[in-house]
């Protein structure tokens, strides 16, 4: 496959993740997608080697900023783009929904090319969840 990103879509709008996991098959990118953190988590810590993992902050189970703090405290965290209606975190990629295709193709390419999550991403602002 070579260059191909595979990215982890973490939503829990059944239509909402649809949408956006057909634009980022479009865009070329392999999408695994999960209908909430937990989900996720599993994806994010399985062998698969993800690029980026998008994310909503509410969300059943396991929410986005629980999903966040989880994976910071990883060896190696995954590159974040958070993607959702609520309060952007500070110092992470941010896309507010409602966004267009064209958006959403910007913030992703922008996320790839940035640094992956931190543990100082682990910030108050990112437990107030």
């Given at each position: 496959m070579?260059?191909?990103?595979?990215i982890?879509?973490?939503e829990?709008d059944?239509?909402v993740?649809r949408?956006m996991?057909?634009l980022?098959?479009y865009f070329g990118y392999r999408?695994?997608?999960a209908?909430?953190?937990?989900?996720?988590?599993?994806?994010?810590e399985s062998?698969v080697?993800i690029d980026?993992?998008?994310t909503?902050l509410t969300?059943p189970?396991?929410?986005?900023?629980?999903?966040?703090?989880?994976?910071?405290?990883?060896?190696a965290p995954?590159?974040?783009?958070?993607?959702?209606?609520?309060?952007?975190?500070?110092?992470?990629?941010?896309l507010?929904k409602?966004?267009?295709p064209?958006?959403?193709r910007?913030?992703?390419?922008?996320?790839l090319a940035?640094?992956?999550?931190?543990?100082?991403s682990?910030?108050p602002s990112l437990?107030?969840?």
């Amino acid at each position: 496959m070579g260059d191909i990103s595979t990215i982890v879509l973490a939503e829990d709008d059944d239509a909402v993740r649809r949408m956006m996991a057909v634009l980022l098959r479009y865009f070329g990118y392999r999408v695994l997608e999960a209908r909430d953190g937990y989900e996720a988590a599993l994806l994010c810590e399985s062998d698969v080697v993800i690029d980026l993992l998008i994310t909503d902050l509410t969300m059943p189970r396991v929410t986005g900023y629980e999903l966040l703090a989880r994976l910071s405290r990883r060896a190696a965290p995954p590159r974040v783009l958070v993607a959702t209606a609520a309060e952007a975190i500070e110092d992470l990629p941010y896309l507010a929904k409602p966004f267009t295709p064209q958006q959403l193709r910007a913030s992703v390419e922008s996320a790839l090319a940035g640094p992956p999550l931190s543990t100082s991403s682990s910030s108050p602002s990112l437990r107030a969840g």
